[in-house]
């Protein structure tokens, strides 16, 4: 049996909805270990964290001259996707 791995998929943008490129993404918790580890949202402002189990993740995001962003997401039977507002 092999265990299946799952993507968190998502998108930070500012309050007006311009992409936030470079902003920092990270797991703040997770159902199982992870990797101590950052990603940085590509030029239309999206990442892709690996998920190693289905449950619950918190996600942080910070982005220069924003207010750090938290969510929450749940990880099931499939792929997650999330949206991050920036907020100032």
Not at 18 to 38: E, H, K
Not at 55 to 61: A, N, S
Not at 73 to 82: I, L, M, T
């Amino acid at each position: 049996m092999t265990s299946k791995s799952y993507l968190i998929a998502g998108r930070v943008h500012e309050p007006n909805g311009t992409p936030a490129i470079g902003a920092r993404i990270y797991f703040l918790a997770a159902p199982v270990a992870v990797a101590d580890m950052a990603l940085i949202t590509d030029q239309n402002g999206q990442f892709t964290l690996p998920a190693p189990a289905p449950g619950t993740y918190r996600i942080g995001c910070t982005a220069d001259g924003f207010a750090p962003a938290t969510v929450t997401v749940k990880v099931a039977e499939e792929d997650a996707r999330v949206e991050i507002e920036l907020r100032h």
